[in-house]
């Protein structure tokens, strides 16, 4: 158990529709960094918080979008999903925004778009 | 920019056999290296990691890496496979700048044969 939490588990959705993805990092930990697992494109970085504040932006269509709360919690958002955002998303934290801290991943959310 | 590549998209040893998982990285500045690996279903776990000290790295489940600079290649290897290291290995490197998300490999799928 890493310690980073992940909710829901599974979705299952509609083309056109909205869902949110939410994640809490280990204690004490104040970066979380959005990844997406698929088949075609591999494990892709989305963005990454620092303390609340937007740090990165990795390969993030414009459909989607996140937020890290005072809690340290995060959300990311995907609006007007499409049959090719099914993937496996995964958030991770870290103890800062330094290159060299490890990252602690969460099981991931299972997307699917029918 | 940094990339990994990492050759062998999948690998079979026999029960008992060394591990070779290859890893090749590319980065303009000094690298932070990193194995996971991820169980089905399952989210990734550290194995090791590369920060500029030691260049012969021991990590979990008894494997380890050795960064080799004029090779830019950061293999991980284990002298004994075990059924349990059956998984998905994953070779990443921190991005460049100050940013500290992290770019991916393709992953080495490891099947072990009893």
């Known amino acids: 158990d890493s310690g980073v939490t992940q909710t829901p588990k599974h979705l299952i959705t509609a083309t056109g529709q909205r869902v949110t993805l939410r994640c809490s990092p280990r204690?004490?930990?104040?970066?979380v960094y959005w990844y997406q697992q698929s088949l075609d494109q591999g494990l892709q970085f989305l963005i990454h918080?620092?303390?609340?504040?937007?740090?990165a932006k990795g390969n993030i269509l414009e459909r989607f979008s996140a937020q890290q709360f005072p809690d340290l919690h995060s959300e990311l958002n995907l609006s007007s999903l499409e049959l090719g955002d099914s993937a496996l998303y995964f958030c991770?934290?870290?103890?800062?925004?330094?290159?060299?801290?490890?990252?602690?991943f969460g099981p991931g959310t299972r997307l699917t778009v029918l | 920019a940094q990339s990994v590549t990492q050759l062998g998209s999948h690998v079979s040893v026999s029960e008992g056999a060394l591990v070779l998982l290859r890893c090749n990285y590319s980065?303009?500045?000094?690298?932070?290296l990193f194995w996971y690996v991820q169980y089905p279903n399952q989210g990734l776990q550290l194995l090791l990691k590369?920060?500029?000290?030691?260049?012969l790295v021991k990590g979990i489940n008894g494997f380890e890496a050795e960064f080799k600079k004029s090779e830019t290649s950061f293999h991980l290897t284990k002298p004994s496979a075990h059924m349990s290291d059956a998984a998905e290995y994953f070779c990443?490197?921190?991005?460049?700048?100050?940013?500290?998300?992290?770019?991916f490999g393709k992953g080495t799928k490891l099947s072990v044969k009893p």
């Open positions: 980065s303009s500045v000094p690298p932070y």
């Open positions: 990443a490197v921190t991005a460049g700048g100050s940013q500290g998300n992290l770019i």
């Open positions: 991770a934290s870290s103890v800062s925004s330094g290159r060299r801290n490890e990252q602690f």
């Open positions: 918080y620092y303390n609340g504040e937007e740090r």
């Open positions: 590369y920060t500029s000290a030691a260049t």
């Open positions: 204690s004490g930990d104040l970066s």
